[in-house]
């Protein structure tokens, strides 16, 4: 296995998009966006209905890594902004009731795209923390809000919602590459973690400027200090230098 300690007690799964959290015997994951191939279709875009299937395939490899207590989603389970589609519905019940084989808790943080999320998890038992979860001195929030939290309540930052990637090229071959970023926010140790959906590459870290980034929170941060690793699942986890390092790549 190919795992790399981001910060004491929090390491990486492989090349899975995913962290394992000793202290919390967790596991967390964020943006699902499940129902995005038929909001692909609204727009006229058709691709095979194959991302929840993915998800659950990398979940149970994960799962037999990491055995976990329980599982922490970081916001956007569904896809749509508005009320819930019937695929996205169809999903969310089908990747639940799939958890509660794995794990004894289902942790879910509010995304910006999880409205009427609310309605979902009351009819399938789970409990949605708005706008933060909070463990232990851990903080997950999404990171498309600024953080409604006395620094001193934790000490260590997860957020999601950027979805970032790496571009790597070399003469006239480029390849988009999902990543984790880690690294100190306003001295809080800081986990930005890659998308699970398969559909999801996101932002390119080492090619847009600061004030490009989706997430308030990684633009009021040390940006260019924070240090990306790879994940691949064939290839496995792989750290880079920072990303004030990484703008010829």
Avoid at 50 to 66: A, C, H, N, P, S
Avoid at 163 to 175: A, C, T, V
Wanted: contains cysteine; hydrophobic residues 45%.
């Amino acid at each position: 296995m190919n795992e790399i300690e981001i910060f004491k007690g929090i390491e990486t799964i492989n090349g899975f998009p995913a962290i394992f959290i000793k202290n919390l015997n967790s596991i967390a994951i964020a943006d699902l966006h499940l129902g995005y191939e038929l909001a692909l279709a609204e727009q006229g875009v058709f691709v095979p209905q194959t991302q929840l299937k993915e998800i659950i395939e990398d979940l149970e490899k994960i799962f037999r890594i990491k055995k976990a207590k329980s599982l922490i989603i970081v916001g956007d389970v569904k896809h749509e902004f508005g009320e819930a589609s019937k695929q996205e519905l169809k999903e969310v019940k089908e990747l639940v009731n799939f958890l509660r084989k794995k794990v004894e808790k289902i942790i879910l943080i509010r995304g910006n795209h999880d409205n009427f999320l609310l309605t979902i998890c009351s009819h399938l038992g789970i409990e949605l923390y708005d706008p933060f979860y909070l463990e232990r001195k851990i903080c997950f929030i999404h990171g498309h809000k600024k953080i409604d939290l006395p620094f001193r309540k934790f000490d260590t930052l997860i957020i999601a919602h950027e979805h970032p990637s790496l571009l790597l090229s070399s003469g006239f071959d480029r390849i988009k590459v999902p990543c984790l970023l880690y690294g100190k926010y306003k001295k809080k140790n800081f986990i930005c973690l890659p998308a699970i959906s398969p559909w999801a590459k996101g932002v390119v870290v080492n090619k847009c400027s600061k004030d490009e980034l989706l997430s308030p929170i990684l633009r009021e941060g040390d940006f260019e200090n924070l240090v990306p690793i790879a994940i691949d699942k064939e290839a496995g986890a792989l750290k880079f230098p920072r990303i004030g390092d990484l703008r010829d790549f």
